[in-house]
C-alpha cells in the first residue's frame, strides 16, 4: 500500500476509535506528505511551478536536454547559418525574415538565369 493510503486509513481507524483532532476541528490533510508532516522538497519544473502543483503539461526538469532537443536546436543553428549564408549572396534582401530571404533569393536566381540566357543569346547571334 502507498505511504498516501496508509496514512488516511490509520486517521479513519483513529476516528472510529473516538481519536482525532477533537474540539470539532476538521482534520488538516497535507497532500505528498506522510503523517502530516509539513516539510516537502520542492522541486522546480521547467514551467517554474512547484513540482506539487505543477500543470499537466509541465514535465519536471532533469540534468540533460533530451535528445529530440538538442537535435532540434542543431537543425534550428544550421538553417540559421544558412540563411545567413544566402544573406551575404543576394544583393538585395527586403527584410531580414525567413521568407522574405528565400523570396527574394529566388527573384535574385530568375534574374541571374535570364541574364545567362541572355548572354548565350547574344553568343550565338554574334558568332
Known sequence: MDPLREAASAEVEEKRRGGGTGGGEPPMF???SVGGSAARSETTTSCG??????PRSCKPQTGAP???LM????RRKRLNNRLSMLRSVVPRISKMDRTSILGDTIGY???LMDRIENL???AAGAG
Not at 511551478?49 to 505543477?54: E, F, H, I, K
Not at 537535435?71 to 542543431?74: F, H, L, N, P, V
Open 120 to 122: 548565350q543569346d547574344d
Open 49 to 54: 511551478a512547484a513540482a506539487s502543483v505543477r
Open 71 to 74: 537535435a532540434e536546436r542543431r
Open 30 to 32: 497535507v497532500f505528498g
Open 109 to 111: 536566381v530568375k534574374e
Open 66 to 68: 533530451s535528445k529530440n
